[in-house]
């Protein structure tokens, strides 16, 4: 059973340029999150999604990012116009249905995109 | 504001000695989970722990959770050089289950 698929894992992108990352969550697993890891921190909780459905954007910056988790294919973060700011570790993470998450049951991450903004 | 904040924010110890690392957060929790993160990776979930519950054991890994103190505490008995990453506590609330928030990291280093 494969793991949470992140692509790419390594971007670099030059400022103004646009940054799409790509989440494939574990099969069965129909809610994915994102977080951001900026050097030498903690994760932060970015947004959380179902198929279709933005849940929770409540970590979102409110311009130039955007996520999706369409009907087929992956979740995409996208980030427009990146600044040397946006610079970090995104991780995806995804989990089952709802009932089985809310009793505590694991999230699991995938191994992240390192965006590069130069 | 940052819910877990943990304790110490690196340490560094010989090999074969217990590493204890702490995290106080500051609102209910539903569970409290550990995290560790090699350089260069993703999170690796090491442990949950319910509200509910006190302690929790998995192989050298023993975790405790005060929830009337609000802190919890992960200590890596007989550490190995492999031990070596950073390690975080992440709370979620009843109200936002999956919404993890992640502390600023032990960064434990294990000497060989």
């Known amino acids: 059973n494969a793991g949470v698929m992140q692509n790419p894992r390594h971007l670099v992108r030059r400022r103004g340029q646009e940054a799409r990352l790509r989440c494939s969550p574990m099969?069965?697993?129909?809610?994915v999150y994102w977080y951001r890891q900026l050097p030498e921190e903690g994760l932060k909780f970015m947004v959380y999604?179902?198929?279709?459905?933005?849940?929770?954007e409540s970590g979102m910056p409110k311009e130039r990012f955007s996520a999706e988790f369409p009907k087929e294919g992956p979740s995409i973060l996208r980030i427009q116009q990146v600044v040397r700011g946006d610079s970090a570790a995104y991780f995806c993470?995804?989990?089952?249905?709802?009932?089985?998450?809310?009793?505590?049951?694991?999230?699991?991450f995938g191994e992240g995109s390192w965006l590069t903004v130069v | 504001s940052q819910q877990g904040e943990e304790d110490p924010q690196a340490l560094s110890i010989q090999e074969g000695e217990n590493a204890t690392m702490n995290c106080s957060y500051k609102?209910?929790?539903?569970?409290l989970q550990w995290y560790r993160q090699n350089s260069g990776r993703g999170l690796v979930h090491l442990i949950l722990?319910?509200?509910?519950?006190r302690e929790k054991h998995s192989g050298r890994l023993r975790v405790t959770l005060d929830t009337s103190k609000k802190s919890s505490s992960l200590l890596i008995t007989a550490s190995r050089a492999a031990d070596t990453a950073s390690y975080f506590c992440?709370?979620?609330?009843?109200?936002?289950?999956?919404?993890?928030?992640f502390g600023q990291g032990t960064r434990l280093t294990i000497n060989p």
């Open positions: 993470a995804s989990s089952p249905r709802h009932r089985e998450a809310s009793s505590g049951n694991t999230i699991y």
């Open positions: 099969k069965g697993h129909s809610h």
């Open positions: 999604l179902q198929k279709e459905n933005i849940i929770d």
């Open positions: 609102t209910s929790i539903n569970n």
């Open positions: 722990i319910r509200s509910n519950e």
């Open positions: 992440a709370t979620a609330t009843i109200q936002g289950a999956q919404k993890l928030v």
